[in-house]
Nanobody, 124 residues
């Protein structure tokens, strides 16, 4: 089990950018698939992006493809989500998640470890 702490959320105008970070402790992220999910008020938690450590594959939700980029730094045990061209519909609490193993996993139930979430608000 790893402990995850997200940071970098905030308020931004539409068209702007934010960079979310997820710091891990208690385990080496090099053995984990890492994912980002988001949950808007009254909605389910949705997949945003995932990165598999082997062989270094990534996957994105169609709604963020071309705008968001997930990356990891195994030496620093961190995962980041660079979010560009933000839209009001990107407003949500963003969660970092970890799953031991490989493969780009898009279902939240497959992830065992979660951060506390960070709020992202995009104003129009």
């Amino acid at each position: 089990q790893v402990q995850l702490v997200e940071s970098g959320g905030g308020l931004v105008q539409a068209g702007g950018s934010l960079r979310l970070s997820c710091a891990a402790s208690g385990g080496a992220l090099s053995s984990y698939t890492m994912g980002w999910f988001r949950q808007a008020p009254g909605k389910e938690r949705d997949f945003v992006a995932a990165n598999s450590w082997s062989p270094g594959r990534t996957g994105y939700a169609d709604s963020v493809k071309g705008r968001f980029t997930i990356s990891r730094d195994n030496a620093k045990n961190t995962v980041t989500l660079q979010m560009n061209s933000l839209k009001p519909e990107d407003t949500a609490v963003y969660y970092c998640a970890a799953r031991r193993g490989i493969g780009v996993i898009t279902t939240s139930q497959e992830y065992a470890d979660w951060g506390q979430g960070t709020q992202v608000t995009v104003s129009s």
